[in-house]
T-cell receptor, first 113, second 113 residues
Framework: ELKVEQNPLFLSMQEGKNYTIYCNYS?????LYWYRQDPGKSLESLFV?????AVKQEGRLMASLDTKARLSTLHITAAVHDLSATYFC?????????????FGPGTSLSVIP | SAVISQKPSRDICQRGTSLTIQCQVD?????MFWYRQQPGQSLTLIAT?????????ESGFVIDKFPISRPNLTFSTLTVSNMSPEDSSIYLC??????????FGPGTRLTVL
């Protein structure tokens, strides 16, 4: 059974600092998704990582995927308050079907001045 | 991307009653998904709804409790039946437009008293 874990679950960081959120999963997958959820809002797709070694960057966020280690990272550079949200990674349950995904527990990020 | 709407956006219901949640997409999609997000928790897939066939339910979810309709390629409903306070959650629909990511509706926040 696929399990998706995130570390840390809660993160409070100061503006301007760097930090990394980790997502690891228990079975083989060649793709992984990152989502952002603001309080009381729905989910917004951030990154789709489609292969081993994939790296994508958007603003202060950079995501990478290591399928051999079954690990993805979401790196935050010079954090700003607007990045405060909950971040979820998600992994397809089956290699043959990318529709059904299992979500990690989420990392609640709070960026403080 | 897709424009996905849900009705109602929120509701407060009495124990033992039922609520039907609507999900409308602005383009035709093959698969629609229904998720539940309990307070402070991650997302759990309830079922997959394909047009023209019975919905496929995940372990722990049954049709009698969560009947789903999918009358056409742009619309689906999820009913939460015989509600109890444990059903208080955010219910989200999502679609898989391009086979790389899912887009989520704004969610329906349900409180059961």
């Amino acid at each position: 059974e696929l399990k998706v874990e995130q570390n840390p679950l809660f993160l409070s960081m100061q503006e301007g600092k760097n930090y990394t959120i980790y997502c690891n999963y228990s079975t083989t997958s060649d793709r992984l998704y990152w989502y952002r959820q603001d309080p009381g809002k729905s989910l917004e797709s951030l990154f789709v990582l489609l292969s081993n070694g994939a790296v994508k960057q958007e603003g202060r966020l950079m995501a990478s995927l290591d399928t051999k280690a079954r690990l993805s990272t979401l790196h935050i550079t010079a954090a700003v308050h607007d990045l405060s949200a909950t971040y979820f990674c998600a992994v397809p349950r089956l290699k043959t079907s990318y529709d059904k995904v299992i979500f990690g527990p989420g990392t609640s990020l709070s960026v403080i001045p | 991307s897709a424009v996905i709407s849900q009705k109602p956006s929120r509701d407060i219901c009495q124990r033992g009653t039922s609520l039907t949640i609507q999900c409308q997409v602005d383009s035709q999609v093959t698969m629609m998904f229904w998720y539940r997000q309990q307070p402070g928790q991650s997302l759990t897939l309830i079922a997959t709804a394909n047009q023209g066939s019975e919905a496929t339910y995940e372990s722990g979810f049954v049709i009698d409790k969560f009947p789903i309709s999918r009358p056409n390629l742009t619309f689906s409903t999820l009913t939460v039946s015989n509600m109890s306070p444990e059903d208080s959650s955010i219910y989200l629909c999502s679609v898989d437009l391009v086979r790389n990511t899912q887009y989520f509706g704004p969610g329906t926040r349900l409180t059961v008293l």
